[in-house]
């Protein structure tokens, strides 16, 4: 599994009980929410998720055409 943790700030828990049912997750205040997200605008739901590795030879088989976006400076 690649999530290794999920919290929720009270605010979002306490609106999305129904979706977040079948998940286990740590709810926290929603001031603790904010230090721990590094958006302006939390949404009130974060996981520590594992990275997926992957060598640069699999990226490129020669049996797969691959398709690969570069991303850059991402924000909410």
Same mark, same amino acid.
């Given at each position: 599994?690649?999530?290794?943790?999920? %919290?929720?700030? #009270?605010?979002? =828990?306490?609106?999305?009980?129904? &979706?977040?049912? +079948? %998940?286990?997750? #740590?709810?926290? =205040?929603?001031?603790?929410?904010? &230090?721990?997200? +590094?958006?302006?605008?939390?949404?009130?739901?974060?996981?520590?998720?594992? &990275?997926?590795?992957?060598?640069?030879?699999?990226?490129?088989?020669?049996?797969?055409?691959? &398709?690969?976006?570069?991303?850059?400076?991402?924000?909410?």
């Amino acid at each position: 599994d690649r999530i290794v943790k999920i %919290y929720a700030s #009270e605010s979002f =828990a306490y609106d999305n009980k129904e &979706m977040l049912c +079948d %998940y286990r997750y #740590e709810i926290v =205040a929603d001031n603790v929410f904010k &230090m721990m997200s +590094d958006t302006k605008t939390p949404q009130g739901i974060l996981a520590v998720v594992k &990275m997926l590795e992957y060598d640069i030879e699999d990226l490129f088989k020669k049996d797969k055409v691959p &398709m690969l976006v570069v991303l850059e400076n991402i924000q909410d």
